[in-house]
């Protein structure tokens, strides 16, 4: 788009120095062109108190006097101009701005410009955004040219004019006149269920915050819509999402002052004006209900889905950033709590954030600067009470209070990327222990976490370092638990494929925990089975675990597949899982984890040497504790 067609003939603004006796300079003394963005607002929202400017037409002197104030010009323009911090909120708009905005000079001070106006740039760029908005009353769209350049002291100067004429000529140039209303409606609506998306969603939002409305903000997420695209294919969730949205939209839609969204993948959200946490409590519950009540069969193997629903209040003391991120940690803590249930956001749901927070700053640290180690669990073969390998674990020892357990910084890492750096350093540290002590006998196993199964680097990473290395692959092991691999099937038969054919094993760990234990076991390519702890809890009781223990040791050797039993804490354990077959076991009562460290320091033959037991006593009270760390 050229000048000519969107801009004024006005000539460029110049500001005049005013000398001491109150004289201009004339253009000769100084005839610098200043752009627009050097208007500076003086008391905020006052357009009277714009610094003085004059019209000085180009090349020509400027007059003795100025021609006209800046709050004249600015007042009058058709133009919107604004002036924001370089974080985007607004401190200053003229007339033309306020009327586009939809709210009067007052209201915008302080809202966010790029909510307001959605698709505006965050920052100056060297060419010009167009973008639509609705016009009010729902009666089309308006096409905008925005324009941010960098004033003084940091701020941002944002210069809008409609050029919805030029965009419709435009348009009909190329032949897409006639999908104009489509095009316009793409902008804000999202494609699969027809709802607002999220640039509307937090316009909505930023607009009642702006108008000094008092409402909830209810983020509602479906519980696990991820195994419902594994497990069933991308055509079921999108069919799901959109039964959730036409369910969503028959109990929201048309009532004044809620505007219902999807926001992103499996989230959606409601904006209630004028509602109170009662009322939004009261609404969420009805939503969770009804979605309940749906008869989903086939899907997830359940009868029925649920969400879980994270609620934050609002009033004119608060962004909309700060409000979604509200309703975000009591969706956090819903999801915390066991899912299907409502939360209100509180203060204590920040502290849980921030605490979150400081263990992913832990973890990072540990990562680079080291804080990580690895302890080594003995599996014993029961017959002989030989050393067969060792599992490695990963403990935080970075000398900082509180002391996180591996349940506590895992768990925070699998919802960052950090967690695809943990497994190929743990992999990657096995490999050089392995690579420094030669001796065939020492063999480790390392888990994986569910989310490396979505990194498709990592078997060849793997592998490129055992070859780089010349560590026969056979010497190292991987351990993929039951529910991480149901969840992302395709992803572990992948990673398994690729690791066995190489020469690793690919153990499937916590076997029997998940839905559906023995269809997996003819879908991935695995080597061996680790019996989830749960089963042999009461192994030596008389209790149905041995039934069950029994059945999965006759599968898995029918199959040719190595058995491992964990958690064994009990002398009378080892008695009871030899009788049924089990060959192979680990837990405190065979051998406590020792930092892998101190496991190479001795000789290379005391690897594989009977552990000193520890007696029934002592186990008793680690068993109060809680399982043993596997």
């Known amino acids: 788009m050229s000048d000519t067609e969107c801009e004024t003939t006005t000539q460029p603004v110049t500001e005049q120095p005013v000398d001491g006796d109150g004289a201009v300079p004339t253009a000769a003394e100084d005839t610098a062109e200043q752009a627009p963005e050097d208007v500076e607002p003086a008391g905020g929202t006052d357009a009277a108190a714009v610094t003085r400017l004059s019209l000085v037409p180009t090349g020509t002197a400027a007059p003795a006097t100025p021609v006209v104030d800046a709050a004249a010009v600015l007042a009058t323009t058709d133009t919107a101009f604004a002036l924001t911090d370089h974080r985007g909120h607004i401190g200053w708009v003229n007339p033309a701005m306020s009327a586009l905005l939809g709210l009067t000079a007052e209201q915008s001070v302080g809202r966010a410009l790029t909510a307001l106006l959605a698709g505006a740039p965050d920052g100056p760029r060297g060419t010009d955004v167009v973008v639509s908005i609705p016009l009010p009353g729902g009666g089309g769209h308006r096409w905008l040219e925005i324009r941010c350049t960098q004033a003084r002291h940091g701020q941002l100067l944002y210069r809008v004019s409609d050029v919805s004429r030029w965009r419709a000529r435009e348009l009909d140039a190329a032949g897409l006149a006639g999908h104009q209303d489509e095009l316009l409606r793409m902008v804000d609506e999202d494609p699969l269920t027809g709802l607002p998306n999220r640039r509307a969603l937090t316009r909505e939002l930023e607009r009642q915050l702006a108008l000094g409305a008092r409402g909830a903000f209810l983020l509602l997420d479906l519980d696990h819509f991820k195994d419902i695209n594994d497990l069933h294919g991308h055509p079921t969730g999108d069919r799901v999402m959109c039964t959730l949205a036409s369910l969503l939209r028959d109990r929201l839609g048309g009532v004044q002052g809620q505007v ?42 359940a009868s029925r889905i649920t969400i879980s629903v994270g609620i934050a209040t609002f009033d004119t003391g608060v962004g909309w950033q700060e409000v979604l991120a509200n309703a975000d940690m009591a969706l956090y803590a819903s999801k915390a709590a066991g899912r299907n249930r409502v939360t209100v956001y509180e203060q204590g749901h920040y502290k849980d954030t921030a605490l979150r927070v400081t263990v992913i700053e832990r973890v990072r640290a540990a990562l680079k600067h080291g804080g990580f180690v690895l302890n080594a669990m003995p599996m014993v073969k029961l017959g002989s009470g030989r050393v067969i390998g060792h599992e490695l674990l990963l403990r935080l020892e970075d000398g900082r209070e509180p002391r996180l357990g591996p349940g506590e910084f895992l768990l925070a890492a699998e919802r960052s990327d950090l967690v695809f750096e943990i497994d190929r350093w743990v992999a990657d540290k096995a490999i050089e222990a392995l690579v420094e002590h030669p001796y065939p006998g020492l063999r480790f196993n390392v888990n994986v976490s569910g989310r490396t199964l979505e990194d498709e680097d990592f078997g060849g990473f793997v592998l490129d370092r055992l070859t780089a290395a010349g560590v026969a692959p056979g010497r190292l092991g991987f351990e993929i638990t039951e529910t991480a691999a149901v969840t992302n099937l395709d992803a572990a038969r992948s990673l398994a494929q690729q690791l066995r054919a190489s020469g690793c094993r690919i153990t499937l760990d916590d076997f029997g925990s998940g839905f559906g234990s023995f269809v997996h076991l003819k879908q991935l390519p695995i080597t061996g089975l680790k019996i989830d702890g749960e089963f042999i809890h009461g192994i030596d009781y008389g209790s149905r675990d041995t039934v069950l223990v029994q059945g999965i040791v006759d599968i898995a050797r029918g199959l040719g597949l190595s058995v491992v039993a964990e958690w064994v804490e009990r002398a009378t ?15 405190f009562h065979l051998g406590e984890p020792e930092p892998l460290d101190a496991l190479l320091a001795r000789p290379h033959g005391a690897w594989m040497r009977r552990p000193t037991l520890m007696s029934d006593a002592p186990l008793a009270a680690q068993a109060r504790t809680g399982p043993s760390p596997t």
């Open 260 to 301: 219902l969204g999807r926001l992103s993948g499996d989230e959606f959200a409601a904006v209630l004006a004028d509602t109170d946490e009662r009322e939004a409590v009261a609404v969420a519950d009805r939503l969770r209900n009804a979605i309940a009540a749906i008869p989903m069969s086939g899907v997830a193997g």
């Open 573 to 587: 354990q080892v008695e009871a899982l030899s009788r049924l077959g089990v060959r192979v076991a680990q837990g």
